[in-house]
């Protein structure tokens, strides 16, 4: 029941979004936009510049660039098995290989191992946003079906404010660079603004899905890997990894995590099939309910 009611205001934030399209039919794409540019760079400028640079950093970065790796891979052979395109292999990328280990993460780790395992936790939820906000953003531009964009990829990357903000906020903790507490304020309402807001958003795209357009064989890769091979390959990787053994089970826990909800921001800004990205985000978090106790269950043996 505690379970239950850690998840329940993830999906009442969603709904709100979804509630909002259908009565006001609001401009998804320039919301979308606006989190994108203006809010998530400084939610990135925030979470590095409060969490100071341990070696834990080095150990937790290893184990997301891998199990990243793994899952991208993953995606790519099963893609050219399958004959995808492109565009279709970037957004099953984007729907598997990023989980959502910040605002959903973080509480259900808090559960389960108190305040002893939130600052693991956090960390992990550091590294992955700048994961998700230079590898996932490749993805996305790369799937993009957009005719209009001749960019390429890595320039879409260097293009991005959240990863200069990222940048700075890691420069400024580095050589203590003091901030204000008015200005600091400012900071952090936005950044405690952007989760819920990006949430927001993804509800009032999910308002858009035709279920009829589902790809659901690719839907189901998408959800296999996220939630059943995800937690498998983290086992195996975090096993060789000098950490200790309530870490290794933190790093299990939050690769069973449901999609992150900041992809579907990146396929509706690069047109990467933001459909398919936003029904794995919601499927793989209903999905969640049900699989992340059997896989707390499994971790803590």
């Known amino acids: 029941m505690t379970f239950i009611l850690v998840v329940l205001p993830i999906f009442c934030i969603f709904l709100l979004g979804f509630i909002g399209k259908k009565m006001m039919n609001f401009d998804v794409k320039s919301l979308s936009k606006m989190a994108l540019f203006l809010m998530t760079p400084v939610l990135a ?37 399958r004959g995808w395109d492109s565009s279709s292999i970037c957004s099953s990328i984007l ?34 946003q700048l994961i998700m906000c230079t590898i996932g953003l490749y993805y996305a531009a790369k799937g993009s079906l957009d005719p209009e964009r001749k960019v390429s990829p890595l320039k879409e990357i260097f293009r991005m404010p959240i990863v200069y903000g990222a940048v700075l906020g890691l420069l400024c ?43 659901k064989e690719r839907l189901a890769y998408s959800l296999i890997l996220k939630m059943a091979i995800s937690p498998i ?59 992340l106790p059997i ?3 499994l971790a803590l043996l």
């Open 95 to 128: 729907s598997s290989a990023f989980m959502n280990n910040g605002n959903y993460g973080t509480p259900v780790v808090l559960f389960v191992f108190g305040k002893a395992g939130l600052n693991f936790a956090v960390i992990l939820m550091v590294i992955q």
């Open 173 to 215: 903790q580095i050589f203590s660079v003091g901030i204000s507490p008015d200005m600091y304020t400012a900071i952090s309402m936005v950044a405690d603004s952007t989760i819920p807001t990006v949430m927001i958003i993804l509800g009032m795209q999910l308002a858009d899905i035709s279920l009829k357009k589902l790809e």
């Open 295 to 297: 896989v707390i269950s």
């Open 45 to 81: 400028f925030r979470t590095f510049y409060e969490n100071a640079l341990s070696w834990n950093y080095f150990y937790f970065a290893i184990f997301l660039i891998l199990l990243c790796g793994v899952l991208i891979l993953l995606n790519y052979v099963i893609g050219f098995m």
């Open 233 to 291: 390959a983290a086992f195996v990787i975090a096993s060789f990894l000098p950490v200790d053994h309530m870490v290794k089970q933190i790093m299990v826990i939050t690769a069973a995590m449901p999609t992150a909800a900041n992809t579907t921001m990146y396929a509706l800004q690069f047109n990467t099939k933001p459909e398919f990205v936003s029904s794995a985000t919601l499927l793989s978090t209903l999905l969640s309910i049900v699989a």
